[in-house]
C-alpha cells in the first residue's frame, strides 16, 4: 500500500476509532444522557442509606428505617437508566416513573441522596420525557434539466405566457389574499 491510497472507511481504521464511531452512531438513536442520569441519580439515592461517614475518628452511621426503600428506590432507577438504552420505546414511561422516584426519593432516603440523586434523577426523567427520535434525512430529489417552452423549466410557466388558470388570476380559494388586506396579516404597515 503507498502513501497515496486512502484507508479505506472500517478495513484499515484503528479499532478504537470504529468503537467511537459505532457508539456515537448507537448513542444517537435513542436518550443514551438521560439514561445516563437517571442511573448516576439512583447510585447515591441507593448508597447513602447505608454508608459510614469517616470524619476524623468519628464515625457518623447514615443507616435509617428506610434504607429499604432507599435501596428499591435506587435500583428501580438504576433499572429504568437501563431500559432508556436498551428500550427506546418506553421513554415516556421510564422518564415520568424517574420523575415519580425522585420526588418520592426525598422523604424516604435522607433529602433524595443529600439532593444529588433527586436532581440528577429528576432532570434525567425529564430528558427522557422530552427527547424525541430524528427523521431521517429525505433523500434529495435531483433537479432535471428539460426545459419547457420559453425557456422556463418544464411545469413553470414562463414570464410572459398565459397560466392554465387564467392570466393575473389568483389560485387563492378562501378569497382573503394578502393583495387586497382582506384578512388582516398584513395590515400592520
Known sequence: MSAETPAAPGHDEHYLRVFR????????????????????????????????????HLTLAMATTAG????????????????????????????????????VSIPVSNLGGFLIGFLLALVGGAMAVAWVEGAPPAPEQAQADT????????????????????VGKSNDLSGTSPGNEANGRHSAG
Open 21 to 56: 464511531r459505532n457508539f456515537r452512531a448507537w448513542r444517537g438513536t435513542r436518550p443514551f444522557w438521560a439514561g445516563l442520569f437517571v442511573m448516576l441519580g439512583g447510585l447515591p439515592i441507593a448508597y447513602f442509606p447505608y454508608a459510614n461517614l469517616q470524619i476524623g
Open 147 to 166: 426545459k419547457g417552452t420559453g425557456g422556463a423549466p418544464e411545469g413553470a410557466v414562463a414570464p410572459g405566457t398565459a397560466a392554465a388558470d387564467g
Open 68 to 103: 429499604a426503600g432507599s435501596l428499591i428506590i435506587g435500583v428501580l432507577l438504576v433499572v429504568l437508566g437501563f431500559s432508556l438504552w436498551f428500550q427506546k420505546h418506553v421513554r415516556t414511561f421510564a422518564g415520568v416513573a424517574a420523575i415519580l422516584l425522585a420526588l
